[in-house]
């Protein structure tokens, strides 16, 4: 007999069991998640609790102890072959934007497709071109960063990312740095990547973006994984006290 139910996707980013400590502070203790392919997760929980600590090992900014962690089949380890190629399939946009101060948004954009990928200048201005269209910022192609406002460099630095043509997109509390009126531009770009497909791991604290656009959000507290639901039950039908109580913080 034919099977003919649709097959089911590996997840393309496991961790399991994630321990890490600084120093004698036990950071993560024992943080497990799978992200399926075209899945947007969405990060929530106090400061202080791991987040971002969690979500830069999946990339290896932050090494761990103890537990695994495979990116699309590929295992993090000390290897630099294997660090270097994650580091191409994923994606990271941070608070403060980080764009290259002295280098115009074009300039900003094609540095790594011309210089880790080889891309010839004229093929990665024209790919750059695109991407800017799309992050709405075309016209400001050969301004730079301080010439800009936040919103407008955070669009940028999501353009940037999206250069090395990444499998998955983290995003690290992409809106906090921003003035609120900025907020909505840079949210709006995201939604219409996760439109696209593409797999998301966002930390932020923007509740209307986590409910509409999260497939499923995931509460941290003290280094430990709380809570993980559809937005409705999480925001609606929380099983746990820590995400009740979080949630009267925070709405
Ligand atoms: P979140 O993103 O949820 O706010 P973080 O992952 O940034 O949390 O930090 C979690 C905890 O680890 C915090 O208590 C923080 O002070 C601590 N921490 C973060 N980075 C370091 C570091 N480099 N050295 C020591 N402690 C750190
Ligand atoms: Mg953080």
Do not use: C
Request: charged share 20%; aromatic share 6%.
């Amino acid at each position: 007999m034919q099977n003919t139910s649709p097959p089911t996707p590996a997840p393309i980013i496991v961790a399991e069991s994630v321990h890490k400590w600084y120093g004698q502070f036990n950071v993560l203790r024992g943080v497990s998640l799978s992200v399926y392919p075209g899945e947007v997760v969405v990060i929530m929980g106090p400061s202080g609790s791991g987040k971002s600590t969690f979500i830069r090992t999946f990339n290896a900014l932050e090494d761990y102890q103890q537990g695994t962690i495979t990116i699309d089949g590929i295992a993090i380890s000390d290897d630099i072959k294997h660090i270097d190629r994650i580091r191409q399939e994923v994606g990271m946009v941070f608070q403060q934007f980080n764009l290259f101060p002295h280098l115009t948004v074009l300039e900003n954009v094609t540095l790594a497709p011309m210089w880790v990928r080889k891309h010839p200048k004229a093929q990665a201005e024209a790919a750059a071109m695109q991407l800017l269209e799309r992050v709405g910022i075309l016209a400001q192609a050969r301004k730079y960063p301080g010439q800009l406002s936040g919103g407008q460099q955070q669009r940028v630095a999501i353009a940037r990312a999206l250069a090395m043509q990444p499998k998955i997109m983290l995003f690290d509390e992409p809106t906090s740095a921003l003035d609120p009126e900025m907020v909505r531009e840079v949210l709006e770009v995201m939604k219409s990547l996760a439109g696209s497909g593409m797999t998301m791991v966002v930390v932020t604290h923007e509740v209307g973006f986590a409910r509409e656009v999260a497939d499923r959000i995931v509460l941290m507290d003290s280094g430990l994984l709380v809570e993980e639901a559809n937005p409705i039950d999480f925001f609606q039908h929380p099983k746990e006290e820590r995400t009740r109580q979080f949630l009267a913080q925070i709405l």
